[in-house]
Each structure stands twice: as structure tokens, then as C-alpha cells.
């Protein structure tokens, strides 16, 4: 008996600990070049309350994804985290599943001859316990559908994932479903392995859209129910293209695919002669964070950061941030409260916390607002770096987490460098400004309203981000 406990628990700790630090598949944590383009334009997708107190919603990345998906004439790769119409029959939120599903079909009935790849995340099909229509209607209209496999990534929740790889791992998903969805009431039933699987808090969280003539990295997800979250991205051309095609293709390979599509895409990548005033460069993963560490680093007194986050709790982002205010840079933050996620109350973690020991640990020179939710989602992920010559944007779907950071789920960012007089860089300056300034509306609320003093609170974040037994 005791062997055998003996057993099982030397098993635990040798499965976790190489689950947590197994080696990645190939162009993962991924560093393109710096290219340069003279097309970079900034998107965002806003909801908030005018002077006169209505709702006003301005949304332009997804009106912007269909566009480039009518212009394609050579393929079209998109890969999306969240992509389902799952909300409750009361709701009323933008059709967004079904009208960027359309879009796409569409696309292929006009040209049958047109390659058409979507790669997304098992969650939306609740890791196999059922498969939405439009997952369904893509397949029956020639448009190939690659599910990540979620097993070729690092565990982030050891404590959890060992049991999970010995045990629960080997058996499949199918069957009727007899527990509630999570997502909603109004979604088809699950199993106890759906719930098994979500648990282990892994996912690709991409949200891309590649053609041979543009391509969009942005913090939206086509999710009907998250249709009014407020979100930001990037369109870019150009050879940059080329890397986010290789990043695609570690996704299909890891899920089994062949990746000579991809290579036949990137040879068809038109790219401009000449130069352009900006320069593009594509971070993953872990690379995303060596990058965003780089720059706070290496900001100098007066120089001005300004970020605007869903999630903010890595602990090696949070201390650069606090060091960089020491220095004397300017730094202000936009945070979304974290009290709402699809339509499931939270309590503030991991943001009002985070933002508490930001302000008190750097005597009040970090800044920081709170987004005015009106139930919606701050689920930007952004940070703009003010320099003398120039300014650095970085943005795409990480969250500044060790989840989303250090190797764990799949993300992609890009980086624009450009001159602080140049169109790009002024539209995301404005933008922030407008939110920082209400100047149109109530975008954005004092620090105090949601100031969160909690000790509890506060450890029971350190120990989910430490952790990984978190959603975050």
C-alpha cells in the first residue's frame, strides 16, 4: 500500500514538473524580424456613456476582418480563441459569430478556388463535448477547421495537470452531455470530462487574421456575447505577414496538420518595394513579455508608458513598473475592474489588488483609472511607450500575466515603432487620451472608486498567479 502511494506520488511530482517545463514545439515563443511598412493602422472597438448619459457603441476591428476577408484573393488564415454565439436567449448582443462565419463562407462560395483555414481553441466546442453549427457549415463549404491540441503545451496548473495527464487524459469526450454549460444556460449540456478539461487553464488565445495582402493582430474575440467589450488591434502589410504565417503553422503542426500550405501561403505574401515610415516586428508567448520588460526597463525619467489592461498580475511586469516610476518615468494605467466574466460575477482579482500595490509601493507616481465597465469588458491589451524620438506600441491578445507570458497559452502581439508625429502613433495616443480625459463621455473612472485595500484579496492573487490555479 505504501508503494503504491509511494508511487502515484513520485508519478505527480515527475509529470508536473515536466508538464510545467517540457520543451515547446517548434516557432513557439516566437521573435520575428523587425520589418518596415508604411501601413500600420490602429483599431478599437469602444463602448461607453456620452455626456447626455446614453450608451454609445463604436466598433471597427471585426467591420475591418470582413473587409480584409472580401479583398483575399489567395487565402485566408485566421485563428481565433473565442468564436461562438453561446450567450442566454435573453441577451441581445452583435451577431458576431455569424456574421464573420458568413463572411468567410461567402468568400469561398464566390471563390471556390481560394484557400480557407480557421484554427481556434477546443473551448468552443467545450473540449469536444459538442460542435457548434458554424464550426459545422465551415467543414461542409470546404473551409478546414484545426482545433488547437492543447497537450503539446506546458501545464500551467501542475497541481492540477498531473492528475489530469495520468488519469483523466486518456479517455475521450463523447456521449451526451448531462451537466450544465458553464457558458450558458442555453448551450448544449457537457460532460464531466468538459469540466475535467478546463481545469487544466490552458488555451490558444491568439486572435489573428492573415491574407497575402494584410493582416490583423488584435485583443478581440468573434463572440457574440463579448460583442461589446471594448478591444484594440492592429492591421499591418507587408513581409511581417510572413511571420505571423510561421506562427500559424506551429499551430497546425502541433494539432497534426502538414505545414507545406503554409509555406506555399508565405511565398504568396505580397510585400511592397521600398521602406515604410514604421517598424513591424511580431512577438509570442514568452517573447511578447522579454520585450515589454525590455522597454519599461529602459525607460528614462520623463519618458511616458501608458497601458491599458484586461489582466495585470505578473509579478516581474508589476516590480518593472514600480522600478520605472522610481526612475521618474510617467506612467499611467487603464484597468478593467474584474468583476464580470461572460456574464459570471468575479471579485476584483486579479487587477484591484494588483493596482493597489502598484499606487502604495510607488508613493502614487504609477496612475492609475479604472475603465467604467456599464457590464462590459476593458479587455484591451496595450502599452505605448512616449520616447524622444519615437514612440513603441505593443499590443495583440496577451494580458500581462505569467498564463499569457511565460509560455503557457499561445499568444501573438506586434510591435510598432514610429515617429511621435506619425498617423499611427497619433490614433493610439488619442485614444488613449479620450479614455483618459472623458473627454467626449465617461470613458474612465478615479483610482478610488475601486480601491481595494484587502490583504485577503490580495494573497489570494499572489497565490493563483504563483499557482496557476487560476482563470487568469
Known amino acids: 500500500m505504501l508503494a503504491a502511494l ?19 514545439p517548434a516557432n513557439v515563443s516566437y521573435e520575428g ?15 461607453y456613456l456620452s455626456s447626455a ?22 487565402f485566408i488564415v485566421m485563428d481565433m480563441f473565442y468564436f461562438n454565439s453561446e450567450q442566454d436567449a435573453e441577451a441581445d448582443f ?50 478546414e477547421v484545426i482545433f488547437t491540441e492543447l497537450t503539446a503545451l506546458r501545464d500551467s496548473n501542475p497541481i492540477y495537470s498531473w492528475f489530469y495527464r495520468i488519469f483523466v487524459q486518456w479517455f475521450d469526450n463523447h456521449g451526451r452531455g448531462w451537466l450544465p454549460n458553464f457558458f450558458s444556460s442555453d448551450a448544449p449540456d457537457v460532460t464531466i470530462h468538459s469540466y475535467l478539461e478546463i481545469l487544466n487553464f490552458k488555451a490558444n488565445h491568439r486572435k489573428t487574421l492573415i491574407t497575402e495582402k494584410a493582416g490583423m493582430v488584435t485583443s ?12 484594440t488591434g492592429f492591421e499591418v502589410r507587408g513581409a511581417v505577414l510572413k511571420d505571423l504565417l510561421k506562427t500559424e503553422k506551429a499551430v497546425a503542426e502541433m ?47 520623463g519618458e511616458k508608458l501608458r497601458m491599458g489592461m484586461f489582466y495585470l498580475a505578473d509579478r516581474d511586469v508589476i516590480e518593472a513598473l514600480i522600478d520605472a516610476a522610481g ?4 506612467i499611467n494605467i487603464i484597468l478593467d475592474i474584474n468583476e464580470e466574466a461572460f456574464g459570471n460575477e468575479k471579485i476584483g482579482i486579479p487587477n484591484q489588488p494588483a493596482a493597489y500595490e502598484l499606487v502604495e509601493k510607488s508613493n502614487g507616481h504609477i496612475n492609475i483609472r479604472w475603465y467604467h465597465a456599464q457590464e462590459v469588458q476593458y479587455h484591451a491589451k496595450m502599452m505605448m511607450m512616449e520616447k524622444e524620438q519615437e514612440t513603441v506600441v505593443i499590443g495583440g491578445s496577451a494580458n500581462m500575466t505569467r498564463r499569457n507570458l511565460d509560455n503557457y497559452n499561445l499568444e501573438t502581439d506586434m510591435v510598432i515603432t514610429g515617429s511621435n508625429d506619425s ?39 499572489r497565490l493563483q498567479e504563483w499557482s496557476g490555479m487560476s482563470s487568469f
Open 6 to 24: 509511494f508511487g502515484i506520488i513520485s508519478a505527480a511530482i515527475v509529470i508536473a514538473v515536466y508538464g510545467n517545463n517540457k520543451p515547446l
Open 255 to 301: 494539432a497534426g496538420r502538414s505545414g507545406e500550405r503554409f509555406d506555399s501561403f508565405i511565398s504568396k505574401v505580397e510585400v511592397p518595394q521600398g521602406t515604410g515610415e514604421y517598424k513591424v516586428q511580431l512577438l509570442t508567448e514568452r517573447k511578447i513579455k522579454e520585450r515589454v520588460l525590455r522597454e519599461i526597463h529602459d525607460l528614462s525619467p
Open 53 to 74: 448619459e446614453s450608451k454609445i457603441v463604436e466598433q471597427e476591428i471585426f467591420d475591418k476582418a470582413i473587409e480584409t476577408i472580401e479583398e483575399a484573393e489567395q
Open 94 to 143: 452583435p451577431p458576431l459569430t455569424r456574421r464573420l462565419s458568413e463572411a468567410l463562407i461567402q468568400k469561398k462560395e464566390s471563390d471556390p478556388n481560394i484557400e480557407i483555414i480557421v484554427l481556434t481553441d477546443p473551448v468552443n466546442t467545450f473540449y469536444g463535448a459538442y460542435m457548434p453549427e458554424h464550426f459545422q457549415r465551415f467543414e461542409e463549404n470546404g473551409i
Open 423 to 461: 498617423e499611427a502613433v497619433e490614433e493610439v495616443r488619442n485614444y488613449y487620451q479620450r479614455l483618459w480625459n472623458n473627454s467626449d463621455g465617461t470613458h474612465t473612472l478615479d483610482y478610488r472608486k475601486y480601491k481595494n485595500s484587502s490583504h485577503l484579496l490580495y494573497w489570494r492573487y
Open 327 to 330: 526612475r521618474g518615468a510617467d
Open 33 to 47: 524580424e523587425e520589418y518596415h511598412t508604411a501601413h500600420v493602422r490602429f483599431l478599437e472597438d469602444h463602448t
Open 220 to 231: 478581440a474575440n468573434p463572440h457574440d456575447a463579448s460583442g461589446y467589450h471594448a478591444n
